[in-house]
């Protein structure tokens, strides 16, 4: 049966979705959070309920119905939302309670947004995003610049490189994408954001931000490479290739003496006595520097350790932010790796559920990027793969932007087919 909305409620949920996308990549600062219970939640978040209220008005209109294909991802969210329980009832904290109320806005969310995937057009929520990523990245830069002594590229507070990482991955993707499919005329804005984000990553010093981006560039090359004139790769090539070469090296040095931060901590103090120091303490640095260099040492030591917590509540989970303790760690640490967190904090259950879901995304858009060989769903897909591999080192399953990203390409994922390639009306090779 087809649904038909009035246009001025599709138009509605066209502003509320691009509003909502704009909100994923501003959703790291931290100024832009609000307190509940201990824990800070973004106003991407509370964007949702608008949408829901949208979604719900529509339905009683006779415009709009989940569509079948969501039908098992519904059945998953929702057991995936009952084994995450049982953790709430053991853990000695509300705070359990507070984060699955979280999820389960965002599993609606993922829902309603896959409902209205057919009224929504995907290049300009793409555009959106990119947008407020530019905004993000510029405002962090400005930041990371008054900052006396700052090591890398953050959002407005200390020890956020990897979420501004994070956000700024796909905005690489899409500017990529555009920079290898659209006309002359724009031809040297895509080159120059592509650019500009990926010189942001690279600043963040995060290496599973490097890693997991050049896969999802990988999977972008493996669609597109026939699409795309031999010069465009090679500008491509060049965009990528030169600020690598001149700032990965720099993460393998060894860190400066000791002596030689206490002396650059000083001096800038000096400099600007009334901004607060960025450096926590005198030795932060090095602390930044030598966990670099030993990020594999640490990394195994939390897998021993999340080992040692799952073999003790296997089923039932800790319930969430349950911490670890390393040696390599001064403080009490989360698993750093979404899926081993899964099970931490829910059990495997969860974890069991979770997997269920990311691989019927993947399979759903994989299905519309190779049916439809549309350069949206195709960025998509690359943006979902450096998801799933940077899930592999940062517990983002859990955050606001994690979730936006995900319901994202299952806007790009549920598309009709018959409608897609319209994403690419107005593009030459």
């Given amino acids: 049966m087809q649904f038909n909305p009035p246009s001025r409620l599709i138009?509605?949920?066209?502003?509320?979705?691009?509003?909502?996308?704009?909100?994923?990549p501003l959703a790291v600062f931290h100024?832009?959070?609000?307190?509940?219970?201990?824990?800070?939640?973004?106003?991407?978040?509370?964007?949702?309920?608008?949408?829901?209220?949208?979604?719900g008005l529509m339905a009683t209109r006779g415009g709009l119905?989940?569509?079948?294909?969501?039908?098992?991802?519904?059945?998953?969210?929702?057991?995936?939302?009952?084994?995450?329980?049982?953790?709430a009832l053991v853990a000695e904290t509300a705070a359990t309670w507070i984060a699955i109320a979280k999820m389960a806005a965002h599993f609606a969310g993922f829902l309603v947004l896959a409902a209205l995937a057919r009224f929504l057009r995907v290049r300009h929520l793409a555009a959106w995003?990119?947008?407020?990523?530019?905004?993000?990245?510029?405002?962090?830069?400005?930041?990371?610049?008054?900052?006396?002594?700052?090591?890398?590229?953050?959002?407005?507070?200390?020890?956020?490189?990897?979420?501004?990482s994070f956000v700024l991955q796909p905005a690489l993707l899409i500017a990529l994408g555009w920079a290898l499919r659209v006309n002359r005329r724009w031809l040297l804005p895509a080159f120059g954001l592509a650019g500009l984000f990926w010189l942001g990553i690279l600043q963040t010093f995060s290496r599973g931000a490097w890693v997991s981006s050049i896969i999802g560039l990988s999977v972008l090359a493996c669609f597109t490479l026939r699409r795309a004139t031999l010069a465009r790769w090679l500008a491509a090539a060049a965009i990528l290739a030169i600020p690598a070469i001149l700032v990965v090296p720099r993460s393998f040095l060894?860190?400066?003496?000791?002596?030689?931060?206490?002396?650059?901590?000083?001096?800038?103090?000096?400099?600007?006595?009334?901004?607060?120091?960025?450096?926590?303490?005198?030795?932060?640095?090095?602390?930044?520097?030598?966990?670099?260099r030993r990020s594999l040492e640490a990394r195994k030591q939390l897998v021993e350790s999340s080992w040692h917590s799952i073999r003790e509540r296997p089923w039932t989970g800790w319930?969430?932010?349950?911490?670890?303790?390393?040696?390599?760690?001064?403080?009490p640490t989360t698993p750093h790796n979404s899926y081993l967190a899964l099970v931490i904090y829910h059990g495997i259950f969860a974890l069991a559920?979770?997997?269920?879901?990311?691989?019927?995304?993947?399979?759903?858009?994989?299905?519309?990027?190779?049916?439809?060989?549309?350069?949206?769903?195709?960025?998509?897909?690359?943006?979902?793969a450096s998801v799933l591999v940077r899930f592999l080192v940062a517990d983002f399953f859990f955050a606001s932007w994690g979730w936006g990203i995900l319901s994202a390409c299952g806007i790009a994922a549920y598309q009709p087919l018959d409608t897609a390639p319209e994403a690419d009306a107005g593009k030459t090779a």
């Avoid at 294909?69 to 049982?86: F, H, K, N």
């Fill in 129 to 164: 995003y990119v947008a407020a990523a530019t905004i993000t990245l510029l405002a962090s830069a400005l930041w990371t610049l008054q900052q006396p002594g700052a090591v890398r590229l953050e959002a407005w507070r200390p020890h956020s490189a990897n979420q501004l």
């Fill in 11 to 24: 138009r509605v949920a066209a502003v509320l979705s691009a509003l909502w996308v704009a909100s994923v």
């Fill in 65 to 87: 119905a989940l569509d079948a294909g969501t039908r098992r991802q519904r059945w998953v969210l929702g057991g995936l939302l009952l084994a995450m329980i049982p953790s």
């Fill in 353 to 384: 559920l979770a997997l269920a879901f990311l691989a019927m995304l993947t399979a759903t858009l994989a299905r519309a990027a190779w049916l439809s060989q549309s350069s949206t769903q195709i960025v998509a897909l690359a943006c979902l």
């Fill in 31 to 55: 100024p832009l959070r609000v307190p509940v219970d201990g824990l800070r939640v973004p106003l991407q978040t509370f964007l949702l309920l608008p949408l829901l209220l949208l979604c």
């Fill in 254 to 292: 060894a860190p400066p003496p000791l002596e030689e931060v206490q002396e650059k901590a000083r001096k800038a103090r000096a400099k600007a006595p009334d901004k607060p120091p960025r450096l926590r303490d005198e030795k932060r640095e090095v602390v930044l520097e030598r966990r670099a």
């Fill in 319 to 331: 319930g969430y932010r349950q911490e670890l303790d390393i040696e390599l760690y001064r403080d």
